[in-house]
């Protein structure tokens, strides 16, 4: 009978337990972000590099040396693209005006249409971004603010590349003292869900990588055969977005859709390169990568729907493109727990 009375206040007890651990983890990952943001990339990148370092190790080489060849390779075609993304930035900066002009020409046909004026039209834009600076709601201004986010991200690049050295230094030696200090027996667990984590993670980064190379350069091909501006541009920005699930491929098509329409004024040519780029996306992303991913990192669709809106409210842009992997390493953890077992079960697509 006591055991029967001590159940519902156990579990009552258990529950609010995992909240506060929950709402006070949330808490810090959102105050130390711009700690945990180039952490997490960082890992995510040892996790792709894993490769080419254990290929270099067939060939004796020290440790060290690995480390140093493979983050200077990757230093150096970071800087190479950054210069190349920069240029492209500059310069549709500088031809912004123009885009703004022929964006207003075709709005005032649609507005007298329906009998808005433009003055009405920005009252209507100014509520809806009510929380956007009145300076950026113009497509300058907003422009101008992604590139601002975008070059501050670049330079968390120097974060990145710090944590990658010690977390590469400690690539071949973790699992050693692992089994040291904890004994075979009882690391044995630990280790088999690292293994898990890491396997899971790496193939998805890998072949999502692969994939979203795939997609920008066929979008750079298309772009630049058409003569559309900045076609490297706009390639970039789909393998980047390629990472967001769900609406990062949609929200890739509709900048160079619009510098289409805006550079060339023709409707029908806009059409069929919209056309074409919502072919490629629908084509890579429904017949090509399910056939290369499988079950992918085993997360139900609706779970990787509500981590892209939690880990984009937490983190911004960067959360919701650690969004995937991190939720997969999450459930990863949880089914090697009794007491998150269930869970795990629940969020995988399984």
Same mark, same amino acid.
């Given at each position: 009978?006591?055991?029967?009375?001590?159940?519902?206040?156990?579990?009552?007890?258990?529950?609010?337990? +995992?909240?506060?651990?929950?709402?006070?983890?949330?808490?810090?990952?959102?105050?130390?972000?711009?700690?945990?943001?180039?952490?997490?990339?960082?890992?995510?990148?040892?996790?792709?590099?894993?490769?080419?370092?254990?290929?270099?190790?067939?060939?004796?080489?020290?440790? *060290?040396?690995? !480390?140093?060849?493979?983050?200077?390779?990757?230093?150096?075609?970071?800087?190479?693209?950054?210069?190349?993304?920069? !240029?492209?930035?500059?310069?549709?900066?500088?031809?912004?005006?123009?885009?703004?002009?022929?964006?207003?020409?075709?709005?005032?046909?649609?507005?007298?249409? /329906?009998?808005?004026?433009?003055?009405?039209?920005?009252?209507?834009?100014?509520?809806?971004?009510?929380?956007?600076?009145?300076?950026?709601?113009?497509?300058?201004?907003?422009?101008?603010?992604?590139?601002?986010?975008?070059?501050?991200?670049?330079?968390?690049?120097? +974060?990145?590349?710090?944590?990658? &050295?010690?977390?590469? &230094?400690?690539?071949?030696?973790?699992?050693?003292?692992?089994?040291?200090?904890?004994?075979?027996?009882?690391?044995?667990?630990?280790?088999?869900?690292?293994?898990?984590?890491?396997?899971?993670?790496?193939?998805?980064?890998?072949?999502?990588?692969?994939?979203?190379?795939?997609?920008?350069?066929?979008?750079?091909?298309?772009?630049?055969?058409?003569?559309?501006?900045?076609?490297?541009? +706009?390639?970039?920005?789909? /393998?980047?977005?390629?990472?967001?699930?769900?609406?990062?491929?949609?929200?890739?098509?509709?900048?160079?859709?619009?510098?289409?329409? *805006?550079?060339?004024?023709?409707?029908?040519?806009?059409?069929?390169?919209?056309?074409?780029?919502?072919?490629?996306? /629908?084509?890579?992303?429904?017949?090509?990568?399910?056939?290369?991913?499988?079950?992918?990192?085993?997360?139900?669709?609706?779970? !990787?729907?509500?981590?892209?809106? /939690?880990?984009?409210?937490? +983190?911004?842009?960067?959360?919701?493109?650690?969004?995937?992997?991190?939720? &997969?390493?999450?459930?990863?953890?949880?089914?090697?727990?009794?007491?998150?077992?269930?869970?795990?079960?629940?969020?995988?697509?399984?």
């Amino acid at each position: 009978m006591p055991d029967s009375q001590n159940t519902p206040q156990f579990n009552v007890t258990v529950g609010a337990s +995992w909240l506060l651990l929950i709402v006070l983890t949330t808490f810090i990952l959102q105050t130390l972000s711009f700690l945990f943001i180039p952490l997490c990339f960082a890992i995510l990148v040892c996790y792709a590099l894993g490769i080419p370092l254990d290929f270099l190790k067939r060939y004796h080489l020290p440790g *060290f040396m690995r !480390v140093i060849l493979v983050i200077g390779i990757v230093v150096l075609l970071v800087f190479m693209l950054g210069k190349l993304v920069i !240029v492209n930035v500059k310069s549709f900066q500088s031809q912004l005006p123009g885009y703004e002009v022929k964006f207003w020409e075709y709005a005032d046909v649609i507005l007298t249409r /329906f009998d808005i004026s433009r003055e009405q039209a920005n009252e209507a834009v100014d509520a809806f971004f009510s929380n956007i600076k009145q300076n950026q709601l113009s497509l300058g201004g907003l422009v101008q603010s992604f590139s601002g986010s975008f070059f501050s991200f670049l330079g968390n690049v120097l +974060w990145v590349v710090l944590f990658m &050295a010690f977390i590469l &230094a400690e690539y071949d030696s973790f699992t050693r003292r692992l089994l040291k200090q904890m004994g075979k027996k009882s690391a044995a667990p630990v280790l088999e869900s690292i293994q898990k984590i890491n396997k899971s993670v790496q193939q998805y980064l890998g072949l999502k990588t692969l994939i979203s190379f795939l997609t920008g350069a066929l979008v750079t091909v298309v772009l630049t055969i058409a003569g559309v501006d900045f076609a490297l541009l +706009w390639g970039v920005l789909t /393998f980047v977005l390629n990472f967001i699930p769900t609406i990062g491929s949609i929200v890739a098509t509709v900048p160079p859709i619009a510098i289409t329409l *805006f550079q060339s004024g023709s409707i029908s040519k806009t059409l069929i390169i919209g056309g074409i780029l919502l072919g490629i996306q /629908f084509t890579v992303g429904n017949v090509l990568e399910p056939k290369l991913m499988g079950q992918g990192l085993n997360l139900s669709p609706l779970v !990787v729907l509500f981590s892209l809106i /939690f880990w984009g409210w937490l +983190w911004g842009i960067p959360g919701m493109l650690l969004s995937v992997p991190l939720t &997969a390493a999450i459930r990863i953890a949880m089914e090697q727990i009794d007491a998150t077992k269930t869970v795990a079960v629940l969020i995988s697509s399984k």
